[in-house]
């Protein structure tokens, strides 16, 4: 639902990914039907749905280090 109804999160992970671009890194957005992990150096998880961490223990299994924001609550 993130991008149907945009906010706060989906413009600051918009501008984190115009910033890392214009440091000439190059940025994919998650594509859930081809994620494609192995070709990437580092997969920076950005979302506070509950049970991510699977998906993050799964891409850490494959040796791609897991760069996550912590919120404390």
Not at 28 to 40: G, M
Request: hydrophobic content about 35%.
């Amino acid at each position: 639902m993130a991008f149907h109804t945009p906010g706060g999160g989906e413009m600051q992970l918009l501008k984190y990914k115009e910033y890392l671009e214009k440091k000439g890194h190059k940025i994919d957005l998650l594509d859930i039907w081809n994620p494609n992990f192995k070709k990437y150096d580092i997969f920076h998880f950005f979302s506070s749905i509950s049970g991510s961490n699977h998906l993050c223990n799964f891409v850490k299994q494959l040796n791609i280090p897991v760069a996550r924001l912590r919120r404390e609550m």
